[in-house]
């Protein structure tokens, strides 16, 4: 049957493809273009053969009254394949006023007139670009015109049911203790957080990102988000229920990167303390432990000066080996040879390395494999939340 159905396909084209036969582009066209007509044919027929939502001549409201059956009312709804129209039941409740078309519900369809598989795509694509983008990219896509409005809207209502739902699911926890099912069974599971900032109508307001990323059975790496713009309290509650469903509680080894700071530090105990905490590298320590190296060296020996280049990298080099010991007892040998601003500066570098050497064993945690600068909460904050929020038009 297939190749049947291939055959009158084909001969369908003949007529319209023989003038461009080598062009392939112009043929992908043209075969595009019947596919998209004949999908929509036939998704239309599917829809008249199918249920149209008819549960008798009454239902039960929310309100717990009945719902009486009024009539089939029709709706236009616009697919990935263009426009194609629906009848169906309709019901209305008399005490309270609501209105339902069950057939609405049980095939997904929203408050806007677009298929689920067109509002997929409006989704998918504004992750990455403007609604106005994400309209362009739709018509050059599927051919179907899609406006700005339009995306905006989709894209918001289905940010407020993903967040509704996150909202419902911790209020259950916290009243019935349930746990989130599981969805991974890592033998290694890597959890992440950072900060960033993104502006809003109201201003600029700190968004707590979360990355949480394993290896399947086949080695590749899969990776899941948590964005909030929230207190450090109400993202570590989300933060680790998005992880217990990534196989938190079963993994044999737990891995958090984080860079150090006291929120991060506070989360990590409350909801990760089984975890290896290790001060991300590439992402932390470049940027705060090395920032207090550089500025210790530059008040010893002169900002630019030779001399404070060479003890820069001697000591970034004990770090990496994570030869911390090596590095306090030099420290505290240079603190006693200096007095005023120098002595404040050592001080100041003595402390924090102090603060943080167990999560600073680098030697040790390569050893064991461990990822010690991903870079995977880093690449959040800049896509995840960079892209959608800092970008021209992105709302």
């Known amino acids: 049957m297939y190749e049947e159905i291939l055959d009158k396909m084909q001969d369908l084209l003949k007529d319209e493809i023989k003038n461009f036969n080598s062009d392939f582009g112009k043929m992908e066209q043209v075969v595009m273009e019947m596919m998209m007509s004949f999908g929509k044919g036939l998704l239309q027929r599917l829809v008249d053969s199918g249920s149209n939502g008819y549960q008798g001549s009454s239902t039960t409201c929310e309100c717990d009254s009945s719902m009486k059956f009024v009539q089939h009312r029709g709706r236009d709804i616009h697919t990935l394949f263009g ?75 289905v940010g407020s049911v993903v967040l509704q739902q996150q909202n419902e699911e911790l209020d259950n926890f916290f009243a019935e203790r349930q746990i989130p099912q599981t969805q991974a069974n890592p033998e290694r599971l890597y959890v992440a957080a950072d900060g960033t900032t993104a502006h809003e109508i109201d201003g600029w307001h700190e968004v707590k990102v979360g990355s949480i990323y394993w290896e399947n059975e086949r080695f590749e790496r899969v990776g899941r988000y948590v964005g909030r713009f929230d207190n450090s309290d109400a993202f570590g509650w989300y933060f680790w229920m998005e992880a217990c469903r990534c196989g938190l509680r079963g993994a044999k080894e737990v891995v958090f990167l984080g860079d150090g ?97 167990q999560e600073m064993r680098y030697d040790v945690f390569r050893a064991k494999g461990y990822d010690i600068g991903s870079g995977a909460v880093e690449g959040a904050c800049k896509h995840v939340v960079g892209k959608r929020l800092k970008q021209s038009g992105m709302i």
């Open 83 to 157: 426009w194609i129209k629906l009848k169906r039941a309709y019901y209305h409740c008399q005490d309270c006023g609501a209105g339902l078309a069950p057939y609405d519900v049980a095939s997904g369809l929203g408050p806007e007139q677009l298929s689920p598989g067109l509002a997929k795509a409006c989704c998918l694509l504004a992750v990455d670009d403007s609604f106005a983008q994400t309209s362009q990219k739709l018509e050059e896509l599927f051919n179907q015109k899609v406006s700005e409005r339009t995306v905006e809207r989709v894209v918001h209502q």
């Open 261 to 357: 700071a006291p929120w991060i530090r506070n989360q990590h105990r409350k909801h990760f303390g089984r975890s290896t905490f290790i001060i991300d590298w590439y992402h932390a320590l470049k940027h705060i432990a090395l920032k207090h190296i550089w500025d210790c060296g530059k008040v010893l020996f002169g900002e630019g000066s030779e001399a404070t280049q060479k003890w820069v990298k001697k000591r970034e080099s004990w770090l990496w080996d994570g030869q911390t010991r090596k590095l306090l007892k030099d420290l505290q040998k240079q603190y006693k040879q200096h007095r005023g601003r120098k002595r404040k500066e050592l001080a100041k570098l003595h402390k924090y390395i102090q603060d943080n050497e």
